[in-house]
Antibody
């Protein structure tokens, strides 16, 4: 079955960097676009970024553009999110999710990893 | 950015009731809309894709519909496990945007 597991979260000071990973299994990773979505404590989800299956297309939310970079390693079935210049309002649970297009968008999600940005 | 206006923000209902939640898009999104259910401490789970398609394994008491720019999630015969928060998502243009959420509580 489809399985996505995020890791790399934790406590970090403002201005520092963190790299999140999403390990996947149970599907053909290299044919799916992948997303990052975050959810601040007590708030609704916020879409963060998308990367196409071949890495040719990347899109970001304005709130993270120029600070976050999404990447993937199709040989390892893994997705990454490099987060630089972190701010307190980046504090959230970060989820990876699979799929894009009319029927596939965000069809399966990982359990999330918490990033806390605080001095 | 496309704004998704979701209503109501909260809803109180009883077991067996039928409830509806709506989302309105600030501009046309065709049928590029999905509905998600989220329980505390869990990731969102997709219920509906393409406005009215039922995600695999989701009970048929959940249904989605669209009329013009208004999208509706309907839950028939509420079950105990249905009490959760529900979100719509437009995936027509980037950045994708979620509705503000509807918290469904037991009356």
């Amino acid at each position: 079955q489809v399985h996505l597991v995020e890791s790399g979260g934790g406590a970090v000071q403002p201005g520092r960097s963190v790299r999140l990973s999403c390990e996947t299994s149970g599907f053909t990773f290299n044919i799916y676009s992948m997303h990052w979505v975050r959810q601040a404590p007590g708030k609704g989800p916020e879409w963060v970024a998308l990367i196409s299956n071949d890495e040719n297309k990347k899109y970001y939310a304005d709130s993270v553009k120029a600070r976050f970079t999404v990447s993937r390693d199709n040989s390892k079935n893994a997705l990454f999110l490099q987060m630089n210049d972190l701010r307190p309002d980046d504090t959230a649970v970060y989820f990876c999710a699979r799929g894009n297009g009319p029927t596939r968008t965000l069809d399966y999600w990982g359990q999330g990893t918490l990033v806390t940005v605080s001095s | 950015d496309i704004q998704m206006t979701q209503s109501p923000s909260s809803l109180s209902a009883s077991l067996g009731d039928r409830v509806s939640i709506t989302c309105r898009a600030s501009q046309g999104i065709r049928t590029h809309l999905a509905w998600f259910q989220q329980k505390p401490g869990e990731a969102p789970k997709r219920l509906i894709y393409a406005a009215s398609g039922l995600h695999s394994g989701v009970p048929p008491r959940f249904s989605g519909s669209v009329s013009g720019s208004e999208f509706t999630l309907t839950i028939n015969s509420l079950q105990p496990e249905d009490f959760a928060t529900y979100y719509c998502l437009q995936h027509h243009v980037y950045p994708y945007t979620f509705g503000q959420g509807t918290k469904l509580e037991i009356k």
